[in-house]
């Protein structure tokens, strides 16, 4: 059997398997694992075992990501293959049209879904820090990106190959049920975020987008240069600028030498607009039972 029939004979399987189950999100792993096409990896992977960076285990990962701790737990089964890595900060994690080789885990770092526009705008429509991951597109049978995700702040992210991730999902009802609700609080994230882009302002989403970072990292000190704050709020340098210089003036960050520290987190928070609380809450609704 030549290659394209091997394709086409391996996807027919695939499809003939996710309609038999009823189209659940467990038989669309298996449709992704029956592909004849596998997502191949760009850097080294070690067992788990071996996986350290700067000292981090894989233990040490899943105590910072507790979407990945109580995924592990879930599972039947755990994964033989992944690793820690690190990329640079606006650095691309894959662009629309790439294999969607890995999921990924953020540890102490955050990854933002871009998208861009053809005249070379762009602005953030979702991040996920260590309360979630990024990956959703693979488990619903997906194979190449549709967005570009890059890192958005410093930090460790634990991935694994979306093949082992669909093979430890399988037959696990307590993973499913995880992904689907946070499949439902993604969904719900970025329908926010269009509301939150076109109703409040740049200042209100710049310290929602702070405290949020804040959160994440369990620390008032953030790494964040300008171009990057732009980047994702989708506005220009100067803007983020005179948001910083209003902020300071109200005593509740300072900003030096790309390092943003807060100050005073009430008024921080009095600055942010409602989505801040909303998602705080829809994420405790949705998911915090089951970590």
């Known amino acids: ?23 659940s999100g467990l038989s669309i792993a298996r449709a992704w694992l029956a592909g004849a096409f596998i997502p191949p990896s760009t850097l080294s992977v070690c067992t788990l075992a071996d996986i350290a960076m700067d000292g981090m ?11 990945l701790r109580a995924l592990l737990r879930a599972c039947n089964s755990r994964p033989d ?14 662009s629309a049209g790439d294999s969607l080789s890995h999921v990924y885990f953020p540890v102490r770092g955050v990854l933002a879904i871009i ?14 820090g260590n309360e979630g991951f990024i990956g959703l597109p693979v488990w619903l049978g997906q194979k190449k990106s549709t967005e570009q995700v890059v890192q958005q702040t410093p930090g460790e992210l634990y991935r694994i190959p979306a093949r082992v991730f669909c093979r430890i999902i399988i037959g696990s009802r307590a993973a499913e049920r995880l992904l689907k609700r946070f499949a439902i609080y993604s969904l719900r994230a ?43 709020l989708g506005v220009r340098r100067p803007t983020v600028s005179e948001i910083a210089s209003s902020l300071q003036r109200r005593g509740a960050i300072t900003y030096r030498r790309k390092m943003l520290t807060i100050l ?28």
């Open 1 to 23: 059997m030549d290659t394209a029939c091997a394709t086409s004979h391996c996807e027919e399987k695939a499809m003939a398997g996710a309609a038999a189950s009823h189209r």
């Open 57 to 67: 285990s894989t233990e040490a990962a899943a105590a910072h990501n507790r979407f």
């Open 81 to 94: 293959r992944g690793e820690v890595v690190e990329f640079e900060p606006d650095q691309p994690i894959y």
């Open 115 to 128: 998208v861009q526009l053809k005249d070379g705008g762009s602005a953030e429509a979702l991040s996920i």
């Open 190 to 232: 970025g329908y926010q975020s269009t509301v939150c882009s076109t109703y409040h302002s740049v200042e209100q989403r710049a310290a929602r987008w702070i405290l949020t970072t804040a959160d994440r990292a369990r620390s008032a000190d953030i790494e964040l240069g300008q171009a990057l704050l732009a980047h994702m």
């Open 264 to 291: 005073d987190r009430e008024t921080l928070e009095a600055r942010a607009c409602e989505c801040y609380y909303e998602m705080r809450g829809l994420y405790r609704e949705q998911l915090e039972s089951l970590l």
